[in-house]
C-alpha cells in the first residue's frame, strides 16, 4: 500500500538515483525569468554522476563487456567515480580511479572510505602527457585482464543517462514548458543528452553553456577558435579539449563564469535559498542568472545542482582557503597584512589560552588543520605552542602519557617569542623561516596573526 505521506522503503540505493526534486529560485534576483534547479545533489552518491555510472555499467554488463569479478578503471575527477563505487562495489566488481590532484579533499576521502583504489595524478599536464589523468586510466586499463575502462568521455552510456533519465524527469516537472537549460560542460554526457531530448521534444528549449574561464569551450563556441587552456579551481566542468560525448553544436548561448563569482555564487545559493550545492553548481547558477537577467521577455529557466556543496567545506565555503585564494575582496597593502586575512580580533585566528589543556590544544590543532597555536591571555600574546611543544611534554614528563596531556598550556609554551610589525615587508619573514619559526605579527602592541611557510607560498602562487 503506497504511504500518503512518504515514499515506500527502497530494496538498494541503487533504487534511490534519479527523480531528484526541482526548486525554484524564489529569493535571488531573476530578473523576468522564472529560474528553477533540478537538484542532482540528493542522488545517493551525491551528484549527477550517479545516474551516468549506473548506465555505463549496466550497458557494459549487458553487452559482456564487464564479467563477474572484474575490475572498472575511470579517469575521474571525483563524482563519476563516486557513482561507478555507488553502483560497481555491490555488485562484486573492483574499481581502480585515477583522480588529478587538485580535486577536493572530501571526494578522495568519500572513495577512501569506501575501499576504492585511488591513484593521484597531475592536474597541470594535458591530454597525450603520460601522467594525464585520461591517459594514465586507459594505460592502465589495457595492461589489466577482464577490466573495463569506463571512459565517461566517449562512453555511449554517458549521454544516454541524461536523455532517458534526467531530460524526462525536468520535461515532466516543468510542465512541458521550457525555453532553457543552463548546463555545464566535463564529459558532455548532460550537454549532449539533455540536448538531443529537447531537439526531439522541444526544439524552443536553448541549451546554455556555463563555462569556468580558463576553460577552451566558451571560446570554442563563441567564436570557433581553439586556444589553450588555462587553470581554474571549479570542479567537474571546464575542459582543455572537446570530449567526444560534448555535442558542441546543440549550444546557443555560452557564458565564461570567473573562479569568484562561481564561489560568490554558491555561497549565495546557500544563504538565500538554504541549498549547499558544489563549486560547478556556482557556475551553471551565475551563467543561469546571468541569462535570466538579460530577457525581455518572461522565460522558464531549468539548471542543475550538479552535487553537493558539502564536498567543498575546506574549500570553497572556508574562508580561510578563499582569503588565501584571493577572493575575499581585501584591498592590498603590499606588506605583512596582505597574508594574514582576518586577524586574531576579527575572530580569524585559532588560539589557546595558558590554562587550557595540551589536550584541549591537540584538538584545536587537528580540527583546524595547523601547526601551532598562539597562547593568548586577556588579549595579549604571551606565547606560542606548537607540535614539538606538545611532543616534549607528553613524551617525556613523569605519569602516564595520557595524564601528560592534563598538563596546562602555560608549563608547554614558548615565551621567548620574536615579533614583526604588520607593515614590514614581506622581506622580513626570511630569517624567521630560516630558523624554522613561524612569524608572530603584531600592530603596535596588539597580536594580529601568525605567517607560516606555506601562507608565504601560497601568496607568491596568487600574485606570481
Ligand atoms: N558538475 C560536477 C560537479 C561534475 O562532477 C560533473 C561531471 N564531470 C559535471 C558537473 C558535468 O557533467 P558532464 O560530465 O555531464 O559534462
Known amino acids: 500500500m503506497s504511504s500518503p505521506i512518504a515514499p515506500e522503503p527502497m530494496s538498494s540505493a541503487l533504487e534511490m538515483i534519479g527523480h531528484t526534486p526541482m526548486l525554484e529560485v524564489k529569493h535571488i534576483d531573476t530578473g523576468v525569468c522564472r529560474l528553477f534547479l533540478k537538484l542532482e545533489n540528493q542522488n545517493p552518491g551525491g551528484s549527477i554522476k550517479d545516474?551516468?555510472?549506473?548506465?555505463?555499467?549496466?550497458?557494459?554488463?549487458?553487452?559482456?563487456?564487464?564479467?563477474?569479478?572484474?575490475?572498472?578503471?575511470?579517469?575521474?575527477?571525483?563524482?563519476?567515480?563516486?557513482?561507478?563505487?555507488?553502483?560497481?562495489?555491490?555488485?562484486?566488481?573492483?574499481?581502480?580511479?585515477?583522480?588529478?590532484?587538485?580535486?577536493?579533499?572530501?571526494?578522495?576521502?568519500?572513495?577512501?572510505?569506501?575501499?576504492?583504489?585511488?591513484?593521484?595524478?597531475?592536474?597541470?599536464?594535458?591530454?597525450?602527457?603520460?601522467?594525464?589523468?585520461?591517459?594514465?586510466?586507459?594505460?592502465?586499463?589495457?595492461?589489466?585482464?577482464?577490466?573495463?575502462?569506463?571512459?565517461?568521455?566517449?562512453?555511449?552510456?554517458?549521454?544516454?543517462?541524461?536523455?532517458?533519465?534526467?531530460?524526462?524527469?525536468?520535461?515532466?516537472?516543468?510542465?512541458?514548458?521550457?525555453?532553457?537549460?543552463?548546463?555545464?560542460?566535463?564529459s558532455g554526457g548532460t550537454l549532449t543528452g539533455l540536448g538531443r531530448f529537447f531537439q526531439k521534444h522541444s526544439p524552443k528549449t536553448e541549451m546554455v553553456l556555463a563555462d569556468p574561464k580558463g576553460s577552451i569551450l566558451y571560446e570554442y563556441v563563441t567564436t570557433g577558435k581553439m586556444v589553450e587552456a588555462g587553470s581554474w579551481i571549479v570542479e567537474g566542468i571546464g575542459e582543455d579539449f572537446i570530449p567526444d560525448n560534448a555535442d558542441m553544436s546543440l549550444v546557443k548561448k555560452a557564458y565564461e563564469i570567473s573562479d569568484s563569482e562561481t564561489v560568490e555564487t554558491a555561497r549565495l545559493l546557500l544563504q538565500k535559498e538554504g541549498i549547499l550545492g558544489g563549486s560547478s553548481t556556482g557556475t551553471l547558477l551565475a551563467a543561469a542568472l546571468r541569462y535570466c537577467r538579460e530577457q525581455t521577455q518572461p522565460k522558464r529557466v531549468v539548471t542543475l545542482v550538479c552535487d553537493t556543496g558539502a564536498k567543498y567545506l575546506t574549500k570553497m565555503f572556508n574562508d580561510l582557503w578563499r582569503a588565501a585564494q584571493g577572493f575575499d575582496d581585501q584591498p592590498k597593502t603590499g606588506d605583512l597584512r596582505d597574508l594574514i586575512g582576518k586577524g586574531y580580533k576579527e575572530g580569524g585566528i585559532t588560539a589557546i589560552g595558558p590554562d587550557d589543556t595540551l589536550l584541549t590544544a591537540y584538538n584545536r590543532m587537528r580540527s583546524g588543520d595547523i601547526s601551532q597555536l598562539p597562547v593568548v591571555d586577556h588579549g595579549k600574546l604571551i606565547g606560542i605552542l606548537d607540535e614539538s611543544d606538545i611532543l616534549s611534554a607528553v613524551e617525556h614528563g613523569s605519569g602516564q602519557a595520557t595524564s601528560r596531556f592534563a598538563i596546562p598550556v602555560s608549563k608547554a609554551m614558548t615565551r621567548d617569542v620574536r615579533t614583526l610589525q604588520s607593515h614590514e615587508p614581506l622581506e622580513a619573514l626570511a630569517p624567521i623561516f630560516d630558523k624554522g619559526e613561524v612569524a608572530v605579527v603584531m600592530e603596535g602592541e596588539e597580536f594580529v596573526g601568525l605567517i607560516t611557510r606555506v601562507d608565504l607560498i601560497n601568496h607568491l602562487r596568487l600574485t606570481a
Open 51 to 186: 545516474r551516468v555510472a549506473r548506465s555505463m555499467i549496466e550497458a557494459a554488463e549487458r553487452d559482456g563487456r564487464l564479467q563477474p569479478g572484474g575490475t572498472i578503471i575511470e579517469a575521474t575527477a571525483g563524482n563519476t567515480g563516486l557513482g561507478l563505487a555507488q553502483v560497481a562495489l555491490p555488485k562484486g566488481y573492483k574499481l581502480i580511479l585515477i583522480v588529478p590532484d587538485k580535486m577536493a579533499r572530501e571526494k578522495v576521502l568519500h572513495l577512501r572510505a569506501m575501499g576504492v583504489d585511488v591513484r593521484m595524478t597531475r592536474s597541470d599536464v594535458g591530454k597525450g602527457h603520460p601522467e594525464y589523468y585520461q591517459d594514465m586510466a586507459q594505460t592502465l586499463a589495457q595492461s589489466m585482464p577482464n577490466c573495463l575502462y569506463a571512459n565517461q568521455f566517449e562512453n555511449p552510456a554517458n549521454p544516454e543517462a541524461h536523455e532517458k533519465t534526467t531530460a524526462p524527469e525536468i520535461w515532466e516537472q516543468m510542465g512541458h514548458d521550457i525555453d532553457a537549460v543552463v548546463v555545464g560542460v566535463g
